[in-house]
């Protein structure tokens, strides 16, 4: 599955933005899709993740109550709602696919994705 981010940009803390990300090439809807970032100098980590019906959803501690993970398997698209945006939220944010199916204590991890976009830059910044 070929994947593509857009939305990043530069926001003042306490405010949103709306990541959105692309999938083509593949049934969209035998992915669990998922979120991560990579701020400089350090590794890239989890945000969120959705399984295959959006019923499901993972975050990390980080983000919970901030960030909303959402997918449209009708457009083959997934998208991060990030509110409350914080300086440390800045990081070039990836969208990644799976087909692993995850079960209620599953901890996504980089290594469980084997597919991944190109990325985008997320600013926060006063």
């Known amino acids: 599955v070929q994947l593509q981010a857009s939305g990043g940009g530069s926001v003042q803390p306490g405010g949103s933005l709306r990541l959105s990300c692309a999938a083509s090439?593949?049934?969209?809807?035998?992915?669990?899709m998922g979120w991560f970032r990579q701020a400089p100098g350090k590794e890239r980590e989890f945000v969120a993740a959705?399984?295959?019906?959006?019923?499901?959803?993972y975050y990390a501690d980080s983000v919970k109550e901030r960030f909303t993970i959402s997918r449209d398997n009708a457009n083959n698209t997934v998208s991060l709602q990030m509110n409350s945006l914080k300086p440390e939220d800045t990081a070039i944010y990836y969208c990644?696919?799976?087909?692993?199916?995850?079960?209620?204590?599953?901890?996504?991890?980089?290594?469980?994705?084997?597919?991944w976009g190109q990325g985008t830059q997320v600013t926060v910044s006063s």
């Open positions: 090439g593949r049934t969209f809807s035998d992915y669990t």
């Open positions: 990644a696919a799976t087909q692993r199916v995850g079960n209620r204590w599953w901890v996504p991890t980089v290594t469980d994705f084997g597919s």
């Open positions: 959705t399984g295959r019906s959006s019923g499901t959803t």
